[in-house]
């Protein structure tokens, strides 16, 4: 019996519902891990003296960055843990079980004690909730660019599976956010250093629970319900089959990870330690900034589904090569406050190219049984190598009189990435989601 037309755009409606539903699901799941997981190094410079009483800044900050980097090194354990999950159990239950765990991390910070209540313990517990955080943080990449990539059509996958950084970037505004309000309208300085940074750990805490409500009510995507057979085959004996796939993901992720933890995470600490701008503008700064970065995903995605996604990675390996030592150097120096702004807007433009489509490139390298696992772990790999180490390393060049190393650093690792995406095939026409 054939369908009527009607019956045919009511199908089609019906099914763009239930792809947005579960887009809509995943992503703010997303959203929540990644508020908790940008809590810490908002609030950073808050929380530093509570957990490493040093009168020197920089060397608090230096202590703060330091299991924030330590974080990263739990994200290869995350990835390969809840990769494996997502492709022998289901998509579904792996982020529903991530977002869970973050949970736990922030409500284990909002409640830490301080280094004059317990001494060294302190610093300890803040370093063991930031390695459960980074568990949960490192299976969620691979896991939600796999959901997003396989519920979105052929024709609009660039575009949805933007919204991964959209919600990415979105959970570092809303702990810029929540820190605006603290600072300007709820909280003295004094209040702020001394107890007020808890709070943002504590809603991230209840935010976390909310998202696992809604992670329990999004379906499971077709890919891995037809190929849950294979995904019992799995695992890393079954990674190591997709060598060349494995070693494009690093490439991929090395140049794009360092350059967006530059430009967004410890940007806004750079502001205030070397442009030397008060915390509260400083904020404010990045919180714009941020908004006009979050906004740009989707356009860029969109851009991909037209011209592919090769084109937008090349534009950001070459700007990113010949523009980030200008753009910081300029920054360093700069005393305008638009100049400043407009220099961060347009070093996020710049990464846009890589962050509105990297989740969709790397899923679209690897088959559904092992998509998840691949997507995850040589990117978390990367990611706690580069990324987590960038924002110390930054310090630490600046402590030792020699920040500009940093930037020349920063931009020889895109040229590294742009040599791969110059060789790369367009995984936009060669996609393995459609297999």
């Not at 908790?36 to 060397?59: C, K, Q, R």
């Not at 004094?190 to 329990?216: D, K, M, V």
């Not at 004996?237 to 690093?250: G, H, N, Q, S």
């Amino acid at each position: 019996m054939h369908k009527t037309a009607d019956t045919l755009q009511k199908d089609e409606i019906k099914d763009v519902e239930h792809r947005l539903k579960s887009i809509f699901g995943g992503s703010i799941g997303n959203l929540v891990e990644w508020y908790d997981w940008y809590t810490y190094s908002a609030f950073a410079l808050y929380f530093s003296p509570i957990f490493f009483p040093n009168s020197n800044p920089t060397a608090q900050l230096l202590g703060t960055a330091g299991i924030f980097a330590v974080g990263f090194l739990m994200r290869p354990i995350g990835g390969w843990l809840f990769g494996s999950i997502a492709d022998k159990y289901g998509r579904k239950k792996s982020m529903t079980l991530s977002v869970f765990i973050m949970a736990i991390g922030s409500l284990m910070i909002g409640l830490a004690p301080g280094y004059n209540q317990i001494g060294v313990a302190a610093p300890l517990l803040l370093l063991f909730a930031r390695l459960i955080q980074g568990l949960s943080t490192g299976g969620e990449y691979g896991t939600s660019a796999t959901y997003l990539s396989e519920m979105a059509t052929k024709k609009h996958r660039g575009f949805y599976s933007s919204f991964q950084y959209v919600t990415l970037i979105g959970g570092q505004l809303l702990a810029l956010g929540i820190q605006l309000i603290l600072q300007n309208w709820l909280l003295t300085s004094a209040e702020l250093h001394a107890w007020g940074w808890r709070i943002p750990f504590f809603i991230g805490a209840i935010l976390s629970f909310t998202a696992l409500y809604l992670r329990r009510h999004i379906n499971e995507t077709s890919a891995f319900k037809s190929t849950s057979e294979k995904a019992q085959k799995g695992g890393i004996a079954a990674l190591l089959d997709y060598p060349k796939e494995v070693l494009t993901v690093v490439g991929l992720t090395l140049g794009g990870t360092i350059a967006f933890y530059t430009f967004s995470t410890y940007m806004q600490k750079f502001l205030v330690n070397t442009v030397h701008l008060t915390k509260e503008k400083s904020t404010i700064l990045s919180f714009v900034s941020l908004l006009v970065f979050a906004f740009l995903q989707p356009l860029f995605g969109l851009l991909s589904d037209k011209i592919g996604r090769k084109p937008l990675l090349i534009g950001f390996g070459i700007l990113g090569t010949l523009c980030t030592y200008p753009i910081l150097i300029t920054l360093t120096f700069a005393t305008s406050t638009t100049l400043i702004f407009l220099l961060m807007v347009g070093a996020l433009i710049i990464v846009s190219g890589y962050t509105s489509i990297n989740a969709v490139v790397k899923a679209e390298l690897f088959p559904a049984h092992i998509r998840a696992l691949g997507v995850g772990l040589p990117y978390a790999l990367t990611v706690a190598i580069f990324g987590g180490t960038a924002e110390y390393l930054a310090l630490w060049f600046k402590n030792i009189g020699h920040e500009n190393y940093f930037y020349i650093y920063v931009s020889f690792c895109v040229l590294i990435s742009l040599i791969l995406y110059s060789t790369m095939k367009d995984t936009k026409h060669h996609s393995k989601i459609e297999d």
